[in-house]
């Protein structure tokens, strides 16, 4: 079946508690702004809806309004995604390695200071951590593309479509990898994370094969309970949305995956990753890149190209001193 132990996945992000208490805070917060700006520009559209003509221009504005709201909001979080990733999850992530690694992490909120400054010490600024982020998905979209996984198997036209929906879902499944690339940087203790980036994507290239069977089990189990979630959050939040107009069962629909999947990113996410650690790190011990993956990736990727080009131009900032390790707390 799979090769990571969901036990340790779940210990492992129990000892990262603070992390966890800051994810929630954090994309609940989010699902309650969607709440917020969907619900307010629902109720200025009802009211506007009202000038109009027609017995159905107060539902229409409240439509337009509530997707208005929306927009707005999600617009402010892609310009805000560099700063989420920079200081909560790549410093999330620096403390599950040390936890995989079994060394001592401090407790309490200390620990997000903690990340925070191992992160700090590996990437200076978090244009860097992004933009090695971004060419990472660059390269993996690019590989995904290239590679047809079930067509050489299965070259039947009537099957095509079924063909189709089963690479969607595997590429769904790996969702994770620019993560776990990040892990492997960090564990590293990289002094030029484009170089760095590059030899990762390499060695879980030579891997895919074994790392989407784990994948594949983890996307499966993840979007399971996160559907049991959305039906969870459905009717309350439909309740709550319906304060502000009615006709809201578009909208509870929407707020209440809204809802599921910032659970699903809060506590499902990280243990996904936890898990997907395990594979990666135990699957690529002693070996080293292999030059005909090299010559592959560089064919069918522009963006692998460019991490050779910012490796070759990378000049280290100023050294930082790396965090001080709290003892451990006894179990």
Avoid: C
């Amino acid at each position: 079946m799979w090769d990571f132990s969901f036990g340790r996945a779940l210990a492992m992000v129990l000892q990262t508690l603070p992390f966890i208490v800051l994810r929630i805070v954090v994309y609940i917060g989010i699902a309650l702004g969607y709440v917020l700006t969907v619900g307010i520009g629902g109720a200025l559209g009802w009211g506007f809806g009202h000038m109009g003509s027609g017995p159905g221009a107060p539902a229409g504005g409240a439509f337009w309004g509530g997707l208005l709201g929306f927009a707005l909001l999600s617009g402010a979080l892609y310009f805000a995604r560099e700063y989420i990733l920079y200081l909560m999850k790549a410093a999330h992530i620096a403390v599950l390695v040390e936890v995989y690694d079994g060394k001592p992490i401090p407790g309490g909120q200390g620990q997000i200071a903690y990340g925070a400054t191992f992160v700090k010490t590996h990437f200076t600024e978090s244009s860097v951590l992004f933009g090695v982020d971004q060419l990472i998905k660059g390269v993996l979209r690019s590989l995904f593309g290239s590679v047809n996984f079930f067509t050489s198997f299965l070259p039947i036209p009537a099957l095509q479509q079924l063909i189709r929906l089963a690479e969607s879902f595997v590429r769904m499944s790996l969702t994770y990898v620019d993560e776990i690339i990040l892990a492997y940087l960090i564990r590293t203790q990289t002094k030029n994370p484009w170089s760095t980036a590059r030899d990762g994507l390499i060695l879980f290239a030579q891997n895919y094969m074994h790392f989407l069977k784990n994948a594949a089990w983890l996307s499966v189990l993840m979007w399971g309970l996160t559907v049991l979630l959305f039906l969870v959050f459905l009717a309350p939040v439909g309740a709550l949305v319906a304060l502000f107009h009615s006709g809201a069962s578009f909208w509870a629909f929407g707020l209440a995956l809204v809802f599921a999947v910032a659970l699903k990113k809060a506590v499902m996410e990280p243990i996904a990753i936890a898990a997907l650690m395990q594979v990666y790190f135990k699957e690529i011990e002693g070996q080293t890149p292999n030059p005909e993956w090299t010559a592959k990736l560089e064919q069918v990727s522009s963006k692998f190209r460019d991490l050779a080009q910012k490796a070759a131009g990378w000049v280290p900032g100023p050294a930082t001193p790396p965090p001080t390790t709290a003892p451990a707390k006894p179990a």
